[in-house]
C-alpha cells in the first residue's frame, strides 16, 4: 500500500484515508449546506498551526465556523452541554469532531444532545438508554489527530459523571460520523509520548476484541490485522516517524474501534478507575496494565494467544505475548508500574472497587472478580 495518495473506504462509514484529506472537509462542507459548522476539539489542538489552518481555509470559503474546545482531558457532563449551548447560540447546522478520543467523545455526545434534551445520562447504554435515541442527529463529520481511540468510527461517547466520575456510554448506530477525514499528516508532530500512549491504546483495543469472549470472526480477522500494523510500525512512529508508520499506525488505530465492537476486558476495566480517581492518560493506563492483564487471560486460552504470537511474530505461547508487551513499553519509554504513573497503595481498595463495577470486564474471555482486580493493581503497583 502506498501512503502517499488519497482512499476511500465505504466501511463501517465512508472514510478518506490519506496524506492531505482533511484538505476536503471545505468542499465536503459546501456540497452538503453545512455553511455553519461547529467544530469540537481540546485547547491543545485549537492552538496547532493545522488546526488554524483548517479554519482559514474554510474562512477562505465562505464558511461560518465556531470553534468549541472547553472540555476536560477525561470529558464530563458539563462538557457536552457548555457545547450544545454553543452549537444552540451561534445557531449551527453541522458538527465537526477534531481531535483525540476525548475532542470526539464530546463531539459525538453533542451531537446527540442537540435533538434529545433530556437529562444526558437518560441514553446511557448501560441501562438500556439507546432506545430513547429516537429523533434526528445533525450531520457530523470527523477528523482524527491521533492514532489511539479510533473513535473517529465509533457510534458510541464515553462521558463521565462531574461528581461521581462514573463514566456511562452514550450509544446508538445514529452517532456514526456520515464521513471520515483519516489524515496521518496530522498526526506527524504529535510528541514521542502521546504517540506511545495513544498507541498502545490502540494495541490494547485490538488485542482485548480478539480475545473478547463474544463470538465475531470479522471482529476477529480485524483485530489480527490491527496487531499486526501496531507491531510494525508503533515503535519507529514513536521514535523515528515518517508518513509510513504513522499511517499505519492510523489505519490501526481505525481497525481496533471496528474490532472492538465485539467487547473489550480486564484490561480497560483496570484503565478506567485511574482516569476517573487519577485523571491519568487513558492511553498510558492500557499500556501501564496491558502485560499483565494479558498474562491474566492467558491461562486456559492457549490456542488465541498463539495466534496472537504468530502475529507478533515470536514464540508462540502466552509468557512470548507478555514479554512482547513489557518489551514494547521498554522500547516507547512506558513505565512497568503503576507507581510510576501516581498510584499509591492507598488507592488499590478504591481502584478494585471501580474496576469491578466497571462495563468492559463482562467481555473479557474469563471471570473476573474484585479480588483479582486487586491483586492485579498490587502486581502492577
Known sequence: MTFDKIFQYNFPTTIRFGAGSSKELGDYLIKNGLLRPLIVTDSTVSQLDFFKEILVDLQRKNISVEVFHDIHKNPVKT??????HAFDETHRNGIVGV??????????????????????????????????????????????????????????AIIADDVTHQKKILFSPKLLAKIVFADPMLTMELPPFITAATGMDALTHNMEAFLAKMPHPLCEG???????????????????????????MLIASLMGAIAFQKGLGVVHSLAHPLSALLDTHHGLANAVNIPYGMEFNSKGFEDKFRRIARTLEIKETGDS?????????????????????????????????????????????????????????????
Open 79 to 84: 462538557d457536552v452541554y457548555k457545547g450544545t
Open 222 to 248: 480485524i483485530a489480527l490485522e490491527g496487531i499486526s500494523l501496531i507491531h510494525q510500525s508503533l515503535e519507529k512512529a514513536v521514535n523515528k516517524p515518517d508518513l509510513e508508520s504513522r499511517s499505519m
Open 321 to 381: 505475548v507478555v514479554s512482547y508487551l513489557f518489551d514494547l513499553n521498554d522500547k516507547i519509554n512506558i513505565p512497568h508500574k503503576l507507581s510510576s504513573v501516581g498510584v499509591k497503595p492507598d488507592h488499590i481498595e478504591t481502584l478494585a472497587d471501580l474496576a469491578f463495577a466497571d462495563f468492559a470486564h463482562p467481555n473479557n474471555p474469563k471471570p473476573v472478580s474484585r479480588e483479582d482486580f486487586k491483586q492485579l493493581y498490587l502486581k502492577a503497583l
Open 99 to 156: 481531535g483525540g478520543g476525548a475532542a470526539l467523545d464530546v463531539a459525538r455526545a453533542i451531537v446527540l444532545r442537540v435533538h434529545h434534551r433530556e437529562d444526558l445520562f437518560k441514553y446511557d447504554d448501560l441501562v438500556g438508554g439507546d432506545v430513547f435515541v429516537t429523533n434526528d442527529v445533525p450531520h457530523f463529520i470527523t477528523i482524527p489527530t491521533t492514532a489511539g481511540t479510533g473513535s473517529e468510527v465509533g457510534r458510541s
